[in-house]
């Protein structure tokens, strides 16, 4: 008898435990794309290729995934961005809420919403079906970010875009916002950290719990070669490029010499990992069995 061929399969949810809290990566979906742009923008096509092929990634094109996060410290459960909600549904992505069961929740167990910046893929799912997404959680977003995209001064014109989207589904809820400001703890031992450039407010999300660490850096670095290996390059998805670079240099070298453990939106999933020196770069090593044991 032939067995049917059922092509790729994974798992779209993964958990880990760190100290007493427990931290769920959920695939929100995944997308295809071209490598530059986004990425690598100072390198000819040839110099490209070259980095792909030395990483055994295609030379044409990279898989780009999305990674919401949930924190549950055991009192509150912390989901860390919407993921892209309806937006990109035809294409591979939005399905972040459906998957909450998988991870053994429901919509109504979120009680904090925290919106690392503004980008499509972090706020999309904010909404479903005309109502909220999380009927029962706190919305928190950093001051700078909000302040930002309501003025509009500081988005550059390729966000022209994304700024109606951001008026159109975020701005309206400005009066459910609690508004963040770098170093503050939303959470007993969830504090978010000011990580600017990739946007005007971008934030991570730093957790501590029975002496372990874990940093969820959001969009700091947005490919696990291309971004990680290559911090200097300049990123089209980056709104301010110069400050991107100087932040991602910096978190890169503190997580590196730090050995913190590191969550990724756009890391391959399920984005947990380890930063590593290498030469005068960096390299992403993915969390194995040391999570488990």
């Given at each position: 008898m032939t067995a049917t061929m059922l092509g790729p399969l994974r798992s779209p949810v993964h958990r880990f435990v760190l100290g007493e809290t427990e931290?769920?990566?959920?695939?929100?979906?995944?997308?295809?794309?071209?490598?530059?742009?986004?990425?690598?923008?100072?390198?000819?096509?040839?110099?490209i290729a070259t980095i792909a092929r030395a990483a055994n990634l295609p030379t044409d094109k990279l898989e780009n995934n999305f990674v919401p996060v949930l924190v549950n410290t055991g009192d509150t459960l912390v989901l860390i961005d919407t993921g892209c909600g309806h937006y990109r549904r035809e294409s591979g992505a939005g399905f972040l809420r459906a998957r909450l069961a998988d991870a053994g929740y429901a919509p109504e167990n979120v009680d904090v919403v925290v919106l690392t910046h503004v980008h499509p893929d972090h706020i999309g799912g904010i909404w479903e079906d005309g109502d909220l997404a999380f009927p029962n959680a706190q919305l928190m977003i950093g001051r700078r970010e909000f302040d930002a995209w309501e003025a509009g001064d500081e988005i550059p014109p390729q966000r022209a875009e994304?700024?109606?989207?951001?008026?159109?589904?975020?701005?309206?809820?400005?009066?459910?916002?609690?508004?963040?400001?770098?170093?503050?703890e939303i959470a007993p031992g969830v504090t978010v950290e000011a990580a600017f450039g990739h946007s005007a407010g971008h934030l991570m999300v730093r957790v501590e719990s029975a002496g372990k660490q874990a940093l969820?850096?959001?969009?700091?670095?947005?490919?696990?070669v291309f971004s990680v290996g290559h911090p200097e390059s300049k990123v089209s998805f980056d709104d301010d490029k110069e400050m991107a670079i100087a932040t991602r240099n910096r978190v890169l070298a503190e997580v590196a010499?730090?050995?913190?453990?590191?969550?990724?939106?756009?890391?391959?999933?399920?984005?947990?990992?380890?930063?590593?020196?290498?030469?005068?770069?960096?390299?992403?090593?993915?969390?194995?069995?040391?999570?488990?044991?």
């Amino acid at each position: 008898m032939t067995a049917t061929m059922l092509g790729p399969l994974r798992s779209p949810v993964h958990r880990f435990v760190l100290g007493e809290t427990e931290i769920t990566s959920i695939l929100d979906g995944s997308t295809s794309m071209g490598i530059s742009p986004p990425f690598l923008l100072d390198e000819s096509d040839d110099e490209i290729a070259t980095i792909a092929r030395a990483a055994n990634l295609p030379t044409d094109k990279l898989e780009n995934n999305f990674v919401p996060v949930l924190v549950n410290t055991g009192d509150t459960l912390v989901l860390i961005d919407t993921g892209c909600g309806h937006y990109r549904r035809e294409s591979g992505a939005g399905f972040l809420r459906a998957r909450l069961a998988d991870a053994g929740y429901a919509p109504e167990n979120v009680d904090v919403v925290v919106l690392t910046h503004v980008h499509p893929d972090h706020i999309g799912g904010i909404w479903e079906d005309g109502d909220l997404a999380f009927p029962n959680a706190q919305l928190m977003i950093g001051r700078r970010e909000f302040d930002a995209w309501e003025a509009g001064d500081e988005i550059p014109p390729q966000r022209a875009e994304n700024r109606e989207m951001f008026l159109k589904i975020v701005a309206p809820l400005k009066e459910k916002f609690r508004f963040l400001e770098d170093r503050e703890e939303i959470a007993p031992g969830v504090t978010v950290e000011a990580a600017f450039g990739h946007s005007a407010g971008h934030l991570m999300v730093r957790v501590e719990s029975a002496g372990k660490q874990a940093l969820i850096w959001s969009d700091v670095a947005n490919h696990y070669v291309f971004s990680v290996g290559h911090p200097e390059s300049k990123v089209s998805f980056d709104d301010d490029k110069e400050m991107a670079i100087a932040t991602r240099n910096r978190v890169l070298a503190e997580v590196a010499d730090s050995g913190v453990l590191v969550v990724g939106h756009h890391m391959p999933f399920p984005a947990v990992g380890y930063v590593e020196r290498e030469g005068a770069s960096y390299r992403w090593v993915p969390a194995t069995y040391q999570l488990g044991v």
